[in-house]
Each structure stands twice: as C-alpha cells, then as structure tokens.
C-alpha cells in the first residue's frame, strides 16, 4: 500500500544520521500520517460494508423479495392498494419462497388484513392462502389459518371457493399437528366450511374421525371448536347417519360434562339434531344406565338458561319413550321443569311446558307434578305480560291435563289459573287457535261445580262481553261454539245475568245462527241456551223480532236428543217479560 511505504521509508530516513531536529520533523510526519490512513481505513470499511449489505449488490431473487416486502409494508397502510396486481405478485413470491422468514410475512400480511378487511378478499388472492397453508413451516400454518378463521367469520371468503382450491387436506393434516393452536385455528376453519351445506359431504369423507378425536382433547379451545364442527355435521340427515355411524353419539354425550358451558350447548344441540330422528333413538338410549337422560336432566338444572333450555328439548324429543319418561319421573324433573318456567326467555319457558305436556299425558305422573305445585307455576306464567299465544295455548293444555277426574279443586282455586284463563280472553293479540285453547280449558274447568261457581263470581263485565263477541263471529266455529258453551255454562246467578242482560240482542243473534246450522251440536247447545235463558224475563223482552221463537215453534228434527229438547222447550214470549 502507498500509504505504509511512504511511512516505512520516513522511519528508514530518522535511522540515518541527520539531526535531532530533522529526526523530530519526520517522526511527526510519519505519525501524523498513520492517524490519517486509520481514519480513511475506517471510513473505508464502513461504506464498503453498508454497500455489502444492500440488497442491489445480492442476486435478483433476494434482491426482487426484498423489494415486494418492503411494497407490502407500504400497501397495508394504504387499503387502496391492498389487491392490485403488484401485491398479488408480490405475494405469490413470497409464498412460494423456500424461505421461511419470507413466508411469514405473507402470512402476517393476510392476517392484518383479515382483521381490517370490510369487503369480499379477490378469489385471486385465496390461492396464495393454499400456498402458504402448504409451508413447512408450522408458524405460518398457524398464522395462515388464523388469518383463514378471520376471513371466514366475516364472510370476506367465500367457503365453497375454500373447498374448491383444496385447503381442506391441508386444515385436516394440521389435526395433527400436536400442536394445540393449530389444532384450534384448523378446526375454527373446519367448523366454519361446515356451516355451509354443500361442502359437508367433502368434510364428511375424511374430517369425521380426526373431529371426534380432537373433541376428547384436554385443551378446552381446541374441544370446543372440535364440538362446534360436530354440532354443524348434525344439520342434515346425511352427515347425521355418518357421525352416528362414526360413534359420535358417546362422544357427544360425554361433550355434555364438559366444564365449558359452550361445548355443553354444542353437543346438546348436536344431540337435539340427532334426536330428531327417530331411527336414532336405539342408540342414543343405548348408553347404559340411562346415562344420557341423566346427563340431560343434571345440564336442564345448569345457571345457564340456554343449556338448560336446550337440554329440555332433547329431552322432549326422547320423552316420547315410556321409559324415559319413568326414567324423568324416577330423577325429579319437576324442579328443574319449574325453574326454566320461571325464565324472562319465551322460547325456553316454551320448551319446559311441551315436555311438561308430554309427560303429563301419561297419567301417573299427573299426582305428582300437583303434589309439587305445578299449577301454582304455570298460573303465574299466564298473568306475565310478556305471556305470548304459544306460551297460553301449552299452558292451557297442560291445565287439562292435570286437571283429571280425581282433581284438588282448592288446588286449582289457589294457583291463579282461573283468573289467568279469563285474563287471556281480554288480550287483543291472542289469535283464534289460543282463544279456542283457552275456551276448550275453561270448558273442561266448568264440569267441577266449585270452579264453576268461582268462575261466575269473578268474570267481569269485560270478559263477559269478549265471550259473547267470540260467541258470535263466524270465521271460526269452533272458537264460537266453545266461547257460547263457557257463557252458558256459568251458573244463571242474578249477579251473573246482571253481566249478561245488556248483550242479550247479541246473544239472541248467535244462538238463532246456532239453530240454523246444520251441525247437531250447535242446536243442542242454541235450545240448551235458550231454555236456560227463559226464565229471565229481561231475555224475552229483548228478544222482540219473533224470528228466535217461530224457529223454536218449528220444531226442526236432528237427533232423538234434539227433538226431545225441543219439545221441553217453550219458546220465549215477549209478554212473559
């Protein structure tokens, strides 16, 4: 080098003789001359090695990958650029590059985005999510389809276009992994693709088995994705066979005593889709011990109403066995019955009183649930404002039920059902199938001379009117004959007729429709009524038309017994009044 030999030759020189002063001159120079070359020696190695490490002195490909990072950086800040074709391609590059780092940084790419993204991801763009679920790298898997979890809750992928590119082999073979995130983020994903119809048959050939084995795992997020995949397999009756077909029923039963109330709610429902038919019942009541019954019946008594509520469902749809309903019976289901009628959730109040139905059909059941004070439950139940048609109509009918002929009349005066029956005829939002129920029940309470006479004391004035309104409309018979049947079946007490007098053009009116009708029972009913009516002089004064007593005087033929209650029949006089 120039510099080391001009500074060799000048320690040469001061070895010479030459002076002191001259020695001292040279021996500056030289070291003068060292400093500089160390600085520029310095300085030389530092440019050298920033040029070293920028990427335009590497080769092309580096250099190009680089490039399409830095571009991706850039075009996350900027959702306006997010899918054009340069951040395709630079994608695509980096997915396809052997290099791992690179590879996930497409892979967090597609996941800041999957956070942000507010509109459909270009299906040219769900290809690179293959690529990138085919990495060797189990970060980027699990980073990729965390991104894949994302895009579909949102519905920014379409899930069919999911199936179609081939990403269920790869979602599949991340089961197992071993790896509990990406066991959790493949299963989200496959819980998902299940939700749609049409991809449950590609689902069903290879993902039944690696579901039912990730649903026993230890990890909880991992079961409970495991347990929402199933529960979407149990939607149609074919992916249904299969799952039974796969032994899911005990794991779904065992999903039950889960500690996670969501994975409780999953295989509940899972196991209600299963229940729902028929062919399956063998082996859902297969498991010894009637374990699913009791598990079902330990979930209805869970705080949380959903569980309990769906519990309740399954129930009711197995119920329609003799055996379990012994089985119900033998494990005191009627607290946890009572509790669910007592929820603010119309639907789960509904689900208790449609297994309550069903059980008290069968009649050794029907002293117990009076024993527990179930009416007192169900009477409160009609007094809610919130109490909708469906709710009224199961209340009625299970008051049938339970009000058999060796019924407690205190019991049924006590429990609020009575007033509650009648409230429900003032409610303007009842339709006509709840008003026949709720008429049909005060019928059948009308037979018990007690209930009857505490009936006719406390009807009121409006409830007297709304039954002969019901009485007289003609689109529904039924509901007509049913509401007359109530009025004239209150005992004919002067406070009682007091309620009646100032309708009595409007009776007059349905009981003449009554007459004229060609069904037998509603002329028994119209004679019946009229003969009870007779003897109050404000009826035959309000009746002035003569059309009522020349269509009794007629004395039309139907049935022996219509003949004969017409001849006992004297047709009101208007100056009898």
């Given amino acids: 080098m120039i510099w080391e030999g001009v500074i060799t030759f000048c320690y040469a020189v001061m070895a010479s003789d030459l002076c002191d002063r001259c020695s001292r001159l040279l021996q500056d120079f030289a070291a003068r001359l060292r400093g500089v070359w160390e600085e520029f020696k310095y300085k030389l190695e530092e440019v050298f090695g920033e040029l070293l490490q920028c990427t335009c002195c590497r080769n092309a490909p580096e250099r190009k990958m680089a490039q399409d990072l830095s571009s991706l950086q850039l075009m996350c800040d900027d959702e306006t650029h997010v899918f054009n074709q ?28 999957s956070h942000h993204l507010k509109s459909p991801l270009p299906d040219a763009f769900v290809e690179t999510i293959m690529a990138l679920l085919l990495s060797p790298d189990l970060d980027v898997q699990k980073t990729t389809s965390f991104a894949l979890v994302n895009l579909l809750v949102k519905k920014n992928v379409c899930k069919e276009l999911v199936i179609e590119t081939g990403m269920l082999v790869p979602l599949l073979e991340l089961f197992q992994s071993g790896d509990p995130m990406a066991q959790c983020h493949s299963c989200a994903c496959i819980a998902m693709l299940a939700s749609s119809e049409s991809n449950r048959d590609s689902i069903l050939v290879d993902g039944v088995m690696p579901l039912l084995a990730l649903a026993k795992s230890y990890d909880p997020a991992v079961q409970l994705n495991a347990a929402w995949a199933l529960l979407h397999l149990s939607h149609s009756d074919r992916s249904t066979r299969t799952l039974c077909q796969a032994g899911g029923i005990p794991v779904l039963v065992l999903l039950l005593q889960s500690s996670r109330s969501e994975v409780q709610f999953y295989s509940c429902t899972a196991l209600c889709n299963i229940a729902a038919a028929p062919e399956h019942h063998p082996k859902l009541l297969s498991i ?72 008290t059909a069968h009649p050794p059941n029907r002293d117990l649930f009076m024993s527990e004070g179930l009416l007192r439950e169900v009477g409160r139940l009609l007094h809610r404002p919130s109490s909708n048609s469906a709710l009224i109509s199961q209340s009625c009918q299970l008051i049938t039920g339970l009000c058999s002929a060796c019924m407690d009349e205190q019991a049924v005066k006590e429990s609020l059902c009575l007033s509650g029956l009648l409230r429900g005829l003032e409610s303007p939002s009842l339709s006509d199938e ?21 009936l006719s004391t406390s009807v009121s004035p409006e409830q007297v009117w709304r039954l002969v309104q019901l009485s007289g409309q003609t689109r529904n018979p039924e509901l007509s004959y049913n ?23 409007a009776v007059a009116k349905y ?48 049935t022996e017994e219509t003949r004969w209650l017409l001849r006992t029949t004297r047709p009101p006089s208007p100056s009898s009044g």
Avoid at 483 to 497: D, I, M, N, Q
Avoid at 512 to 539: E, P, S, T, Y
Wanted: proline share 2%.
């Fill in 86 to 113: 340069r951040s395709l391609q630079a994608l695509n590059r980096l997915a396809a590059s052997q290099n791992a780092d690179l590879q996930m940084s497409a892979a967090i790419y597609y996941l800041h985005i």
């Fill in 483 to 505: 509401s007359a049947a109530v009025v004239h079946a209150f005992e004919p007490t002067e406070g009682f007729l007091q309620l009646l007098r100032p309708h009595y053009t």
């Fill in 511 to 558: 009981l003449l429709l009554f007459l004229k009708r060609k069904d037998v029972k509603f002329q028994q009913l119209g004679i019946a009524a009229v003969d009870k009516l007779k003897n109050d002089g404000h009826f035959s004064t309000a009746v002035t038309d003569g059309e009522l007593e020349a269509w009794l005087s007629q004395g039309h033929t139907g």
């Fill in 288 to 359: 010894g011990g009637h374990y699913l019954s009791k598990s079902l019946l330990t979930l209805m008594s869970s705080s949380v109403e959903k569980n309990a509520a769906q519990a309740c469902r399954c129930l009711q749809t197995l119920s329609k066995n003799v055996r379990v309903q012994e089985h119900l019976m033998e494990l005191n289901c009627v607290l946890p019955l009572k509790s669910l009628l007592k929820s603010s959730n119309t639907a789960w109040m509904q689900s208790a009183l449609t297994l309550l139905c069903t059980l």
């Fill in 434 to 454: 709840t008003l026949l129920h709720v008429t049909l029940c005060l019928r059948h309470l009308m037979n018990w001379e007690g209930l009857r006479t505490t």
